[in-house]
């Protein structure tokens, strides 16, 4: 057995309303790939956050090496060799490979002087060493993101690392690429470095990792060795019941066509994206992030403007030049938005709710605050929200609450085709479970439903039929028995680009 | 050095008030003059320009955005209703100033809500180019309205109603269609949510465009107006008329509490600000103190001001 | 004005910005020139003047040019160092008519280069209080610099009263007499210091950390760079150039007007957008800058050969303000399809 280098010992992090940590142990080796899984919100960047010194934890203790350690700041992590490579690239686009690799430590003569000559050729032999095809000097903005990603793990190497933290860094790679980064941190792990791989896609986790701690809301639920493993195992224990009890699928009559889009493209973007929707469908979009996913639906709800492609809406031909066309019609899009959830955080409830339907409630521009408040009464009850008033802030609600009041903001308009991008980010389970009920009963009012999502259990559970998306097109299509996470990920796998 | 959350929300929202409140506690004991109806009368004429425009200038200021051009929109308009009664009569001249300052609006707000420049880049260039068509139709020279004493024009700048200044009358009369507007119409939710947050407006169906070049028109309608009142009062326009007002304005806007970010902020808290600026350069100037010492303080108090207001809001005095 | 280069939550439409190791000469070649677009404007100017008024292309002028040019110069070079960091100094003018009333004012009392070095400590002070407010309070340095620029400009007028100071010994001017073949000392100072700061924000640690500061500024801040130290250096470095411009304006004119350097703020922006530096900071050079600055200073000389009315100045400035603003704006999403 490997020796322990980190560990966390009942790791507690709370957050305003929420406890992101509770009292989590974990362990990384040196010489292994730790794979670290949940669902989104169950901790895991959380933390990887502690780890590496961006949070300090309210409880529990750090452990490097045999000793216990507090990380004042992430500078004092890197010095220990515990290096973050985050899932949103932290590098200048202004500066040099060589110089976004030593940020924080460059070498400098008495004067101030970079030395630049000793930084790139220090830098050149980590790059090399990762068979990267680009120099040291090269202006980090023009890589790609692949490209970039190289230069965040010449970090690691250039810092020594012992631990070295992955935060989902397949999002945008090709097939190539992606192996390319599998031989890294191969080549890593003979080094004796201790790796965390944080990862959705469960192919890659039994492809590269030797074992799996799996979290669910902020607790540990089994740390098992890859080899002896499935993916039923897993998942279960992310989810914590059985597919058909967590997830909603609606029991609707399927009726008219409500949508039918045809060879809808968008130059650069997607193209050649063609289906219909049914009133009281659910369709669920899976791909990959970067696939184009949200690009379709924002192209449809006219916040982009199409290349080429026909788009019937209720039987008319439509083409959407602004929000509020599609709004008019009948259509709504709750937008993927990590912070915001698609509400204006420094209003009230009252105002995010009937703001896109301001004309209905008002008489010459002058909104009937008595009928907004009936409104924002009727549906706070019909979700649940806890909220003190009507013009509580929203940016004070929890996650969960906040996205009630998103479907609220929409719904209250009653909408022939509503879009939800990534309705559960980041939200607690039983919110989330809340939400996808609430989803399927949509669906059952005769609504057309599409639903955008990169959470497999999520699309396979609440949808009646999955279209997946890929490199900007329409690659599978899958209805009842098919719908299988087998056949998602092959279907979003086969990546047509080279790199 | 953390602050307790009641203090705090105090702080936030009397502090200021109590600064001022000192002040004018400490004025009055040296100048009894101060608080005499005459001289506080004499103040808030004395602001009603600044406050006009300023009123306009909220407007853009809660979308997120600045107005700089507003002191050369000034001068411009200004030297334009004045030089256009004496060729045209006074009622047209005032239609083609509301006018003139609409349209100038209109183009400020075409290169920042639909062309997405940067506001303050847009409006320095604006502010430059007012300057020169101000040169360009005044020809170097200064203007000055003919039959001064007998014109009606008269009437907006040195009337009276009831004993109030009309300047006045119509400053608080523009503050409270303008609070209206932005408290209870439809377009005002749209200005506080185009500044809360812009994406998510335009995915609720906001045309996010229109709505800051709306905010823009109006602050060159309110500059128009206050051309009005101006050049009524003064009966005469040189080029330099409605130099640095822009600043003022902004100092009055930021000491009032409304945030430079966007999406908040009231027309009273402009004119709180406004008006504690106003007084505070009229007390310092019956104290003694030259004009230009009313610059210094101004300084000091918008530090104080946004500082105040920022260490409330995050319950930390440092950063 | 964070802006981190994101994995996740982007599409396939995040392609590379800019041009990548793989490109055909010629695309380099245009992406060059339209990062460098200012100076193809600078030659367009210098071309037309030249044949608009048979004065322009004159040696003295010139120099002249490059005199005229090199106030705003200074305080373009110092602002472009603040900008590259996402902030911006407002009060550059004031503290320039400061810098100038001090040099004049105190050399009766205490001797020419005595007098000068408080000029300049003025500035390198205000520009600290700047900074230290900036970086402690926290708020944003246009609302700092906004009452720098109101507040210190009472200063000024309280020093000097509401008239211009006058040297007492005019042998003073002619320190800004000195020449090197048509190009005056001020104009060799201001290329000087800008070819300094430009070997600072290339070559030195302090240099490139602006550049990661106004890049990303969470990164920088957990690589471990004192982003509020960084700042406070930016401010003072501003402060004391706005203040050297100050001083050889003092010598040039020989009095300090109150007024002096009003509305400089402005052109020294317009001078530094011109240019192609971004107000959103993490992008932009001295070289940029200068190539702004001198464009400024042609098209303001130009104009007034051609005797053209006042008024013209100011609108074309404020139209080519506007042009440069439309102009970067195409070029920022062009690079980025």
């Known amino acids: 057995m490997n020796k322990v280098v980190l560990t966390a010992e009942s790791m507690t992090k709370k957050f305003p309303g929420v406890i992101a940590l509770n009292e989590v142990s974990f362990e990384i080796r040196a010489g292994e790939v730790h794979a670290l899984m949940g669902e989104n919100g169950a901790g895991k ?13 309210d409880g529990g203790a750090i452990y490097y090496q045999g000793e216990r350690v507090t990380f004042a700041s992430p500078k004092e992590a890197r010095d220990r060799g515990i290096l973050l490579v985050h899932q949103e690239l932290s590098l200048s686009p202004e500066l040099t490979a060589a110089e976004n690799i030593y940020l924080g430590a460059w070498p400098t003569n008495r004067f101030g002087v970079l030395q630049k000559r000793k930084m790139n050729e220090q830098a050149k032999a980590a790059l090399d060493s990762l068979g990267c095809d680009f120099g040291p000097e090269v202006r980090v903005g023009s890589l790609s993101i692949a490209k970039q990603q190289m230069v965040e793990i010449a970090r690691t190497l250039a810092f020594n690392a012992t631990v070295v933290i992955f935060d989902e860094p397949t999002g945008t790679l090709t097939v190539t690429e992606k192996n390319q980064l599998f031989q890294v941190i191969r080549s890593l792990r003979e080094r004796g470095v201790a790796i965390v791989y944080i990862s959705h896609k469960m192919d890659e986790i ?11 809301d902020g607790e540990v639920q089994g740390t098992v060795d890859t080899q002896d493993s499935s993916i039923g195992e897993i998942t279960k224990k992310m989810i914590g019941r059985d597919l058909d009890q967590y997830f909603h699928r609606a029991q609707s009559t399927v009726g008219r066509e409500v949508l039918k889009v045809s060879q809808l493209k968008k130059a650069g973007l997607f193209e050649d994206i063609s289906f219909s929707v049914r009133a009281g469908e659910v369709v669920g979009i899976y791909g990959l992030i970067g696939a184009g996913r949200s690009e379709v639906a924002e192209t449809l709800f006219g916040a982009r403007q199409r290349s080429a492609g026909v788009v019937i809406f209720e039987g008319e031909e439509v083409a959407f030049s602004s929000p509020r066309e599609a709004i008019e ?3 709504a899009l709750v937008p993927e938005d990590r912070k915001a959830q698609g509400l204006i955080l420094g209003l009230g409830g009252r105002h995010n709710t009937t703001l896109p339907h301001l004309n209905r409630f008002s008489k010459l521009g002058i909104p009937n605050v008595k009928q907004e408040l009936a409104v924002f009464n009727e549906y706070k009850e019909k979700l649940e929200i806890k909220t003190t008033g009507p013009e509580q802030l929203v940016g004070d609600l929890s996650g969960g609450n906040q996205q009630k009041f998103v479907l609220a903001k929409w719904l209250c308009a009653d909408p022939k085709l509503i879009i939800l991008d990534e309705p559960t980010r980041g939200i607690d389970v039983g919110s989330k479970s809340a939400i996808h009920q609430y989803i399927a009963e949509l669906a059952e009012r005769g609504l057309a439903v599409i639903v955008i999502s990169s959470e497999m259990p999520e699309v396979i559970g609440v949808s009646h039929r999955i279209l997946t998306m890929a490199s900007g097109r329409l690659v599978g299509e899958f209805s009842g028995a098919e719908m299988t996470e087998q056949n998602l990920i092959t279907a979003v796998s086969v990546l047509p680009k080279a790199s | 050095m953390h602050i307790s959350q009641d203090k705090r929300r105090t702080v936030q929202r009397h502090g200021l008030i109590f600064a001022f409140a000192i002040f004018l506690v400490v004025v009055s004991f040296s100048s009894p003059e101060f608080v005499t109806p005459g001289n506080i009368l004499n103040v808030i004429r004395q602001v009603s320009i600044t ?35 004496n060729q045209v009569g006074p009622g047209l001249a005032m239609l083609m100033t509301l006018a003139a300052g609409m349209l100038i609006g209109v183009v400020n707000g075409f290169f920042v809500g639909f062309l997405k420049l940067n506001a303050l880049i847009v409006t320095l260039a604006m502010l430059s180019l007012l300057q020169g068509i101000t040169l360009f139709y005044s020809g170097g020279s200064n203007v000055n309205v003919d039959n001064a004493q007998e014109t009606w024009f008269g009437f907006f700048g040195r009337g009276e109603l009831f004993n109030v200044p009309m300047p006045v009358w119509f400053f608080l009369g523009a503050a409270a269609i303008a609070s209206f507007v932005l408290l209870r ?39 128009g107006l206050a051309a009005i009142i101006m050049g009524s009062r003064v009966m005469g326009a040189q080029n330099t008329i409605g130099q640095g007002y822009e600043l003022t304005v902004l100092a009055g806007i930021i000491l009032g509490g409304t945030s430079m970010l966007g999406g908040s902020g009231t027309i009273w808290r402009t004119v709180i600000g406004i008006s504690m600026l106003g007084f505070v350069q009229n007390g310092l100037l019956l104290l003694g103190f030259p004009y230009y010492i009313q610059w210094l303080v101004t300084w000091v108090v918008i530090i104080l001001a946004v500082w105040i207001d920022l260490a409330a809001k995050r319950g930390k005095v440092f950063a | 004005m964070n802006k981190g280069i994101s994995v996740a939550g982007n599409d396939a439409s995040q392609k590379q910005l800019g041009v990548s190791a793989s490109d055909s000469n010629l695309h380099r070649t245009l992406h060059f020139l339209a990062e460098n677009y200012i100076w193809i404007f600078l030659l367009l100017c210098i071309t037309t003047f030249s044949f608009a008024s048979p004065y322009f292309l004159t040696i003295n002028n010139l120099g002249n040019v490059l005199t005229q040019g090199s106030f705003i110069g200074l ?38 280069w005595p007098a000068i070095l408080v000029a300049l400590l003025s500035g390198a002070l205000l520009g600290f209080v700047n900074g230290a407010l900036v970086a402690l309070s926290g708020m944003h340095s246009f609302i700092v610099t906004l009452g720098g620029l109101i507040g210190i400009r009472g200063i000024v007028f309280i020093y000097t009263g509401e008239q211009a100071l006058m040297v007492e010994d005019f042998s003073y001017t002619e320190y800004a007499e000195i020449y090197l073949g048509p190009v005056s000392i001020t104009a060799l100072i201001f290329f000087g210091f800008a070819a300094l700061f430009q070997w600072l924000l290339s070559s030195t640690k302090h240099g490139r950390e602006a550049y990661a500061i106004g890049d990303n500024i969470k990164s920088a801040h957990e690589a471990g760079i004192q982003v509020k130290r960084h700042k406070i250096i930016n401010f003072v470095l501003c402060g004391l150039l706005a203040a050297m411009a100050g001083v050889l304006l ?24 011109l240019g192609g530096t971004r107000l959103t900071g993490g992008f932009g050079s001295m070289w940029k800058t200068v190539g702004g600055v001198l464009t400024l200073a042609v098209l303001l000389n130009g104009l007034r050969l051609l005797n053209t009315p006042n008024y013209i100045e100011l609108v074309v400035m404020g139209s080519v303000l506007i042009l440069a603003l439309v102009l970067d704006k195409l070029l920022a999403s062009g690079n980025s399809n």
């Not at chain 3, 300090?256 to 402005?266: F, Q, R, S, V, Y």
């Open chain 1, 45 to 57: 960047s959380t933390l990887m956050k502690v780890l590496s010194g961006i949070y300090n934890p």
């Open chain 1, 206 to 216: 039994f492809e590269i990792t030797d074992r799996i701690t799996v979290l669910r």
């Open chain 1, 329 to 331: 019609k009948g259509m």
């Open chain 2, 51 to 85: 406050g006009m425009i300023a009123l306009g200038v909220t407007f853009v200021v809660i979308t997120g955005r600045l107005d700089l051009s507003v002191g050369s929109m000034l001068t411009f308009l200004t030297v334009l209703v004045v030089d256009q009664h």
């Open chain 2, 185 to 223: 119409t439809t377009f005002g939710r749209w200005i506080y949510s185009v500044g809360g947050n812009e994406s998510v407006s335009l995915f609720s169906g906001v045309q996010t465009r229109w709505v800051v070049l709306s905010a823009y028109l109006i602050s060159g309608l309110a500059t």
């Open chain 3, 75 to 112: 305080l373009a070079v110092g602002m472009t160092l603040v900008m590259i960091n996402g902030e911006i100094d407002l009060s550059v003018g004031a503290i320039l008519a400061l810098a100038c009333a001090l040099a004049i004012g105190l050399q009766e009392s205490i001797g020419v």
């Open chain 3, 250 to 273: 003092s010598m040039r004119m020989g009095t300090a007007e109150p007024n002096a350097g009003k509305i400089w703020e402005l052109w020294t922006i317009i001078a530094i957008v």
